[in-house]
């Protein structure tokens, strides 16, 4: 438990920011998993579901929720799904 003023407005702040983060790498996830179900399905807007996902990876990575070399290796990998699909 915190023992000062400054170690209790820390955690406050720790435990905000990770709610956010939290949600933020959700939104990720979900924009990685609408790529690779729209690669399954071989959907014919799969372009623009993978422009969508990559915007999204890129606006998190610049937030600072994901590293940037990770952003990278993630369009990297769903561009390769969508290349062979």
Known sequence: MANSKSAEKRARQNKSRYELKHAQRSVVRTAMKNVNKA?????????????????????MANKGVIHKNKAARIKSRLNKKVKSA
């Open 39 to 59: 690669v399954e399905t071989k959907d014919a807007k799969i372009g623009d579901i993978f422009k969508n996902a990559q915007s999204v990876v890129d606006n």
